[in-house]
């Protein structure tokens, strides 16, 4: 029987790549800063082509607003990231920290604080009163944080052999920010392959990577899951790093079926390398009780309806559960405006496989679901059980969205309850999301950043989503440390973390709870208006290819065209 998939293309990509090894680690830091540089002008260049071809992918209308996630996630993310990995280059090759001059500020348990946002001015102008930081594991002081930052490019010369990356199939940019990581964290070399999904990606890929794939050190792959299992499991491959789902994972770790079932009990895994891993779970909103009005009502509904519905569903960090004191005066009207959000968000085709039948396995579980939307196909579960349902358990990776109600009491008592729910009842340890009015936050002081120091989650969001840690490059992006292959969870490592980062332990970050002009009213300095990436932003495409013209050549003049953009949505 013959296999479903060119052999030898893979064998020569990997014999291609073990010269290209050669070649990288004779590459100085001065020269690898040149190729980002190359790389993030390729990007500007080639951002229109990039986004037609995601659109195609994605079956979404040339008008439709819903491109701008494309924009956004895709050549914006990628510009951002290539312009801060760059930053850390040169500080590195001028022998400097890539923290030098930065104020490293405590959390809490005596851990270090790394503030990744804002980073510049024009973090100041375009995300007004969101801020980020990167807690590192206790243990590690300042000294060593800045001292290790840089990981392997402290020794570039010193090679990692050769890294495989399995690209995802829903973000486009996620493929390519891996195979930085690869290059930059670990000084490896890298055979990306495609998820089949995102094929059409190829020749946009092909053009930003060119000059790393002229020297040798990266190789685009595209094939079907057994072509992804021969390449990782051949000799010459050191590493293997993917992104996608737990079950994924096990079946490239151990197997399928009764064998994969006995190498566990045995601890002798398949795959004989290591692998680090994305893998997503079941992310929770949690909403603390306070006063709202029915204009934060309508806004923080439509939030939650944007941390679901955002690239229809299809994202390892969109909320699946929402979690409200069931004494709560608002919750009835909150859960109202929750259901118009979700069905009035706009229709989009389900481009990811499988999502149907997701869907009606959710049904079938529970047939007394909302339908919501254009096609009925938006499932919203109320008085969902606080432990053992498989909405809790199970990664839809659909548009399914549940919501448990916890004993209310005082707001304290309520979020020490719900962060309980979140570490013991919710799979996954990838992001987790709290709202709350900033007079409710105020009233809990040093209490609230003691309750997030609970909340074992690699991504915490504040009165913002968690995919804003994905987005913001020096963030570090990946799960709660500790899983192993044995029980993976939401995955093992990190990504993006352009400072390069030794020993994260979480993102957290932060954004106003009311868009401007409420903001202010509110005592908030903010002055961001509705955040473009919210399903619902009328102007999110024009704003997105904005960005990217913004943050393709760093022309200031260009800020005046986001503004306008972002504020009309």
């Not at 594991?137 to 300042?142: E, F, L, M, V, Y």
């Not at 051949?234 to 992104?243: E, Q």
């Not at 009491?409 to 987790?432: K, M, P, Q, S, Y």
């Not at 900033?438 to 969001?461: H, K, V």
Request: glycine share 10%; proline share 7%.
């Amino acid at each position: 029987m013959g296999t479903t998939f060119d052999q030898s293309a893979i064998d020569a990509a990997l014999a291609d790549l073990a010269s290209g090894e050669k070649a990288w680690a004779q590459t100085p830091l001065r020269r690898r800063r040149e190729l980002l540089d190359d790389l993030h002008a390729r990007t500007a260049r080639h951002a229109a082509d990039w986004v037609a071809a995601a659109r195609t992918v994605k079956r979404l209308d040339a008008d439709s607003p819903l491109v701008g996630e494309e924009w956004m996630s895709g050549p914006v993310t990628l510009l951002q990231a290539a312009g801060a990995l760059c930053a850390t280059l040169t500080a590195l090759a001028a022998g400097h920290s890539p923290l030098a001059g930065l104020a490293l500020g405590t959390a809490p348990g005596g851990r270090v604080a790394v503030p990744i946002l804002p980073h510049d001015i024009y973090d100041r102008l375009l995300l007004s009163g969101f801020r980020g930081e990167v807690w590192l594991r206790p243990g590690i002081d300042a000294d060593t944080a800045r001292r290790r930052a840089g990981l392997a490019q402290l020794e570039p010369a010193a090679t990692g052999g050769i890294g495989v990356v399995l690209g995802a199939g829903n973000i486009m940019s996620i493929p390519l920010l891996d195979v930085l990581y690869e290059l930059h964290a670990h000084n490896r070399v890298v055979a990306l392959k495609l998820n089949p999904i995102t094929d059409a990606m190829l020749p946009v890929f092909e053009q930003i990577f060119a000059p790393y794939l002229e020297l040798g050190a990266v190789r685009l792959l595209t094939g079907d899951a057994d072509a992804g299992g021969y390449l990782v499991h051949h000799p010459d491959v050191a590493h293997v790093h993917m992104t996608g789902s737990a079950q994924t994972h096990d079946a490239i770790v151990w197997g399928a079926g009764a064998a994969a079932a006995r190498r566990r009990v045995e601890n002798k895994p398949l795959l004989d390398k290591p692998i680090t891993s994305e893998l997503g779970g079941v992310s929770p909103t949690i909403v603390v009780p306070g006063d709202w009005s029915p204009a934060d009502l309508r806004y923080q509904a439509a939030h939650v309806a944007t941390q679901r519905l955002h690239n229809g569903g299809y994202n390892c960090i969109a909320t699946q559960v929402v979690v409200v004191a069931a004494n709560w005066p608002h919750k009835d009207r909150f859960l109202t405006e929750l259901r118009r959000a979700i069905a009035a968000a706009p229709p989009r085709p389900a481009f990811y496989p499988g999502s149907d039948t997701r869907v009606a396995a959710a049904l079938a579980t529970y047939p007394d679901a909302d339908q919501l939307g254009p096609d009925a196909r938006r499932v919203l579960v109320e008085g969902l059980p606080r432990t053992d349902t498989p909405l809790l358990r199970t990664e839809y990776f659909a548009p399914v969205l549940g919501v448990v109600e916890l004993p209310g009491g005082e707001c304290g008592a309520f979020l020490d309850r719900a962060i309980e729910f979140a570490n013991a009842e919710v799979a996954g340890t990838l992001g987790a999301n709290i709202l709350i009015d900033p007079a409710t936050r105020r009233a809990l002081g040093a209490e609230f950043d003691r309750a997030l120091e609970r909340l074992r989650y690699g991504a915490i969001a504040v009165n913002t989503w968690s995919a804003l840690g994905f987005l913001a490059p020096r963030a570090a992006w990946g799960a709660y440390p500790g899983h192993t292959p044995a029980d993976v969870q939401s995955g093992i490592g990190v990504v993006h973390n352009a400072f390069l980062l030794d020993g994260v332990e979480r993102t957290v970050v932060r954004g106003p709870f009311r868009p401007a002009p409420r903001s202010l009213l509110g005592g908030e300095f903010a002055l961001s208006p509705k955040p473009p990436w919210f399903v619902n932003h009328a102007t999110a495409a024009e704003t997105g290819r904005k960005l990217a013209e913004f943050y393709g050549d760093g022309n200031p003049t260009r800020l005046l065209g986001v503004f306008r953009a972002a504020l009309r949505g």
